[in-house]
C-alpha cells in the first residue's frame, strides 16, 4: 500500500498535454507516451490508467473503472492512480 497523496478533486478531468501523444508502438509492441523531446514508456499499471485519459472522463471516473476491473480497494486505487497523474503533471506529460 502507497502512502496517499494530497487529494485532489475527483471531478478534475486530465488530459495529456499540448503536443504529447499516447501511442501503440508496433515495432517496440508496447504503449509509449510521445512528448516534445522525451519518451516515457509506461509499465502495465501505468499503461492501464493512461488509456483512460481522454479528456471527457473524470478522475473520479478513472478509479472506479479501474478498481473495479482490476478488483482492488478503491482508496488504495485513488492513491496509485493520482500519485501518477501528479508525477506526469510534474512532468508536463498531463494537466490535472
Same mark, same amino acid.
Given at each position: 500500500?502507497t !502512502? !496517499?497523496?494530497k487529494a &485532489?478533486?475527483?471531478?478534475?478531468?486530465? $488530459? @495529456?498535454?499540448?503536443? /504529447?501523444? @499516447?501511442r501503440?508502438?508496433?515495432t $517496440?509492441?508496447?504503449?509509449?507516451?510521445?512528448?516534445?523531446?522525451?519518451l @516515457? &514508456?509506461?509499465?502495465? !499499471?501505468a +499503461?492501464e490508467? &493512461?488509456? &483512460?485519459v #481522454? %479528456?471527457d472522463r473524470?478522475? %473520479?471516473?478513472?478509479? #472506479?473503472d479501474l478498481? +473495479?476491473? @482490476?478488483? /482492488?480497494?478503491?482508496? #488504495?486505487m485513488?492513491?496509485?492512480? /493520482? %500519485?501518477m497523474? $501528479?508525477?506526469?503533471a510534474?512532468? %508536463?506529460?498531463v494537466?490535472?
Amino acid at each position: 500500500m502507497t !502512502a !496517499a497523496p494530497k487529494a &485532489l478533486d475527483e471531478a478534475v478531468v486530465p $488530459r @495529456f498535454a499540448r503536443g /504529447v501523444k @499516447f501511442r501503440f508502438d508496433e515495432t $517496440r509492441k508496447s504503449w509509449m507516451v510521445l512528448a516534445p523531446e522525451r519518451l @516515457f &514508456l509506461p509499465d502495465e !499499471a501505468a +499503461t492501464e490508467i &493512461l488509456k &483512460l485519459v #481522454d %479528456g471527457d472522463r473524470s478522475l %473520479g471516473a478513472i478509479v #472506479d473503472d479501474l478498481a +473495479t476491473r @482490476f478488483d /482492488v480497494p478503491r482508496a #488504495d486505487m485513488a492513491a496509485d492512480v /493520482v %500519485g501518477m497523474l $501528479r508525477d506526469l503533471a510534474e512532468k %508536463g506529460v498531463v494537466l490535472l
